[in-house]
Antibody, heavy 120, light 107 residues
Framework: DVQVVESGGGIVQPGGSLRLSCAVS????????IHWVRQAPGEGLEWISR???????TYADSVKGRFTISRDDAKNTIYLQMNSLRDDDTAMYYC??????????????WGLGTLVTVSS | DVQMTQSPSSLSAFVGDRVTITCRAG??????LNWYQQKPGTPPKLLIF???NVQTGVPSRFSGSGSGTDFTLTISSLQAEDFGTYYC?????????FGQGTKLEIK
């Protein structure tokens, strides 16, 4: 079964840091892009970061300069290092695989998410 | 970034109704449009890819259409289990932007 499982969420004070992990199984990590998408409470989906299979990274403007995505193919794990956290970073953070269905890029599957709460 | 706009933001319908949700892209995206369903407390699930292709395992009452800037998700005969929030997402350009979501309730 293809799976992605997030971990590392928790409660952190404004200005603090947190590192999320995304452990994958059932597929070869170095052949796929991996994305992070977040969802603030009661809100919609916001794409925030991507790492390609060649290590190229992309970020949404809202997290650029504060978040860093990385991968360890040997451990089948993707990381999201989050620094200088703000109240509006409070959200469920989802890891999802960038796959191809037919010729179209899709996000599938998704993990269950890990909740990050930024609060003093 | 490509802006995606869905309408309506919410809707309520009866079991058996035909339901249509629309999504408009801020620029032409060919058929690089996906639809996801999200139920409360669960992650999004891929329903439709490439505008009109139904993901394996998704009931045939779900269909999608459109190209360029205007897209539609249709549920031909609404079932009770179809409640949730539906999101369109473009995969034409990075970043992969989402619509704001359409919350579907069953009357």
């Amino acid at each position: 079964d293809v799976q992605v499982v997030e971990s590392g969420g928790g409660i952190v004070q404004p200005g603090g840091s947190l590192r999320l992990s995304c452990a994958v199984s059932g597929f070869t990590l170095n052949k796929y892009w991996i994305h992070w998408v977040r969802q603030a409470p009661g809100e919609g989906l916001e794409w925030i970061s991507r790492i390609n299979n060649d290590g190229t990274t992309t970020y949404a403007d809202s997290v650029k300069g504060r978040f860093t995505i990385s991968r360890d193919d040997a451990k089948n794990t993707i990381y999201l290092q989050m620094n200088s956290l703000r109240d509006d970073d409070t959200a469920m953070y989802y890891c999802t695989r960038g796959a191809t269905a037919g010729t179209w890029p899709v996000l599938d599957p998704w993990g269950l998410g890990t909740l990050v709460t930024v609060s003093s | 970034d490509v802006q995606m706009t869905q309408s309506p933001s919410s809707l309520s319908a009866f079991v058996g109704d035909r339901v249509t949700i629309t999504c408009r892209a801020g620029q032409r995206i060919a058929t690089y449009l996906n639809w996801y369903q999200q139920k409360p407390g669960t992650p999004p699930k891929l329903l439709i890819f490439g505008s009109s292709n139904v993901q394996t395992g998704v009931p045939s009452r779900f269909s999608g259409s459109g190209s360029g800037t205007d897209f539609t998700l249709t549920i031909s005969s609404l079932q009770a289990e179809d409640f949730g929030t539906y999101y369109c997402q473009q995969s034409y350009n990075s970043p992969y932007t989402f619509g704001q979501g359409t919350k579907l309730e069953i009357k």
